[in-house]
């Protein structure tokens, strides 16, 4: 019921910047929470930044101050700015949603994946 496209992914130098664009699509209605998740080669996926439907935006403490999660509600779109890249940011970046409360059904819904490769 909830389709998520994910786009902005690539290749950049260490200090560089990309901006990752996820577009919901379907029962948008049934949506409260949606953020970014990354997953390394070889490592678990994590949590790296989340907004709530309340404007309520969290961060992992290794991405604050150079990672910003913004929401286009009438788009049902969510964007990740990421600045000054290391290194150790690279890796599939994964769109996440979850609906309300009280839905019956699937209630948590991820993208297919955008790479991001930081690399000299």
């Known amino acids: 019921q909830v389709q998520l496209v994910e786009s902005g992914g690539g290749l950049v130098q260490p200090g560089g910047s990309l901006r990752l664009s996820c577009a919901a699509s379907g029962m948008i209605f049934s949506i409260n929470d949606m953020g970014w998740y990354r997953q390394a080669p070889g490592k678990q996926r994590e949590s790296v930044a989340l907004?709530?439907?309340?404007?309520?935006?969290t961060y992992t403490e290794s991405v604050k101050g150079r990672f910003t999660i913004s929401r286009d509600n009438a788009k049902s779109t969510i964007y990740l700015q990421m600045n000054s890249l290391k290194p150790e940011d690279t890796a599939v970046y994964y769109c996440?949603?979850?609906?309300?409360?009280?839905?019956?059904?699937?209630?948590?819904?991820w993208g297919q994946g955008t790479q991001v490769t930081v690399s000299s």
């Open positions: 907004s709530t439907s309340g404007g309520s935006t």
């Open positions: 996440y949603a979850r609906k309300r409360p009280g839905f019956s059904g699937q209630l948590s819904y």
